[in-house]
């Protein structure tokens, strides 16, 4: 497996399939790795499954989360060369960003016409995580990239943003890869104390309530006040949205519209999000829900 750090090394590796991170690898981007290698395969691509490791500051609001986010590269190749990736692609801030180029306009579904999700809490995120998927996708020679439904604004966002700036890679998404306990894998899970790991545990049990409400309204009560009970006091969303577009229900619209049941709180002053598919249309009913 080849280690490169420069845009032009990037450029060599091949037609590929992205697998773009920002390090600190646990089992759900190693899920991602191996979902990769596998379309990467299925594609006959020779440049094989790359990923990608980069702290993006520029998606970063706050300094500090920036400073204490987890970086441990050698032992991030690993994992990749075990899941069977053929190159990582781990530059330096200088190296990503030569220039100060603006970033690319932010589309719908991150921002604009009432989202009120992500953007709310950490302004100026999307533009950053625009700003670096636009590089990556130029330099790196991608027909397809893999993203998390963890993450599932930032999985929307990327769709929009190939359709919009014309790149060429299609997004692949990922199943959200849960701990035993339901806990979404995430690198800031590393922060939870032991009792804050049993409050965390309200995200994924209101999630799945949420999917046995019928309407928007009704879903949104419940994730809300389960995670009050819980002990969560600062909750910036518990959301219940299009899951084309991220954008409200119009009136009735959820029984035939695919949904995504979306909430983001914070345990132990550690910012965490998850969200699961929503509604008949969105493939869950009543009968499913756990």
């Not at 801030?93 to 220039?99: A, K, L």
């Not at 604009?112 to 992500?118: I, V």
């Not at 190939?162 to 890679?169: E, M």
């Not at 389960?226 to 959820?254: H, K, N, Q």
Request: charged share 25%; hydrophobic share 45%.
């Amino acid at each position: 497996m080849r280690i490169v750090r420069t845009v032009e090394e990037a450029g060599s590796l091949g037609e590929c399939v992205l697998v773009p991170t920002m390090g600190f690898l646990h089992e759900g981007h190693a899920a991602l790795i191996r979902q990769g290698v596998a379309e990467a395969s299925r594609r006959g691509l020779g440049g094989g499954c790359v990923v990608s490791i980069f702290v993006n500051p520029s998606q970063f609001n706050d300094p500090g989360d920036f400073a204490r986010y987890p970086r441990e590269l050698a032992r991030d190749v690993a994992v990749c060369e075990a899941c069977g990736a053929r190159a990582v692609f781990a530059p330096d801030e200088g190296e990503m960003y030569p220039s100060e180029e603006a970033a690319p306009w932010v589309p719908v579904p991150a921002v604009g016409r009432e989202p009120r999700l992500e953007e709310v809490g950490r302004p100026g995120h999307f533009e950053g995580v625009c700003r670096v998927l636009d590089r990556l996708f130029r330099v790196v020679r991608a027909r397809a990239a893999v993203f998390g439904e963890k993450d599932y604004q930032q999985l929307c966002l990327a769709r929009a943003l190939v359709a919009q700036q014309g790149l060429g890679t299609e997004i692949v998404a990922g199943a959200t890869v849960r701990e035993r306990d339901g806990l979404a894998m995430s690198s800031r899970n590393v922060h939870l104390s032991e009792a804050g790991r049993v409050r965390a545990r309200a995200l994924s049990r209101a999630l799945r309530a949420a999917q046995r409400c019928s309407t928007p309204a009704h879903a949104e009560r419940v994730m809300w006040d389960m995670l009050w009970s819980a002990g969560i006091a600062r909750i910036e969303y518990a959301a219940v949205r299009r899951a084309d577009t991220l954008m409200p229900f119009a009136d009735g619209e959820w029984a035939r519209t695919a949904g995504r049941a979306l909430v983001c709180a914070f345990v132990d002053g550690t910012r965490l999000l998850d969200n699961m598919a929503w509604g008949v249309a969105g493939g869950v009913s009543s009968a499913e829900a756990p």
